[in-house]
């Protein structure tokens, strides 16, 4: 998602209050795993955090969680899967703030990664983001069954990258200078936003062993959650409809 859209979005979807545990939580937990996970203070590990911790409302991963807890998951077994969507979301951002993508400067008020490192260092952080998030997936810290980690990669890699946001971020580039109808604005952001908030969805369900999330519940959630209630503000921004 341009840093633009972003920011209209961030402008019209305030947090509810419940959300500051959550958030606190989560900020802990990817904050924890990227100096466990990575060269200790190295650049690299530097621009992961960078990108990542600082900023952010955390919808991705208080999904998985929040659904985990519907279905009687500890936060404990569920943190491992929400650190992962988010990890994907930030190596997105990364690449999406590229001078070859959407040439940001900014992003949730700071410079992008690219800025505040180069854009090689940038382009590593995003790429080592993704590749920590399919690891931490992998592992089995959170004691799931094989079946259950297997289901969740499937899931995150499907959701994240040529028939889920990576294939709506294509769209989106190829789209640029074009006037967007609410019909292709859906489909666009069904794949680019909407993909990955449903499989926030599916991962906290299959962080119960015994538990399956049915589809089309995701389906339905992703499409209101990635319309709404930013849509009417996008279409009527020629900021949102035209990059530049």
Known sequence: MSSNTESNIDNIVSSPPFFTNYQTKVDLALEHTIQTLSLEDSILSRAMAYSTVLGGKRIRPILVLATAECFGVDQAIAMPAACAVEFIHAYSLIHDDLPAMDDDDLRRGQATCHKAFDEATAILAGDALQTLAFEILASNEANL?????LAMIQTLAKASGARGMVAGQSIDLHSVGQTLTLEALEHMHGYKTGALIEASVQL????????????????????TFSMSPATPQYLASNKGLMKH
């Open 204 to 223: 906290g369900g299959l962080c119960c062993n015994t538990m399956p999330v049915r589809s089309a519940l995701h389906f339905r959630f992703k499409t």
């Open 145 to 149: 069954a094989p079946a259950s980690r």
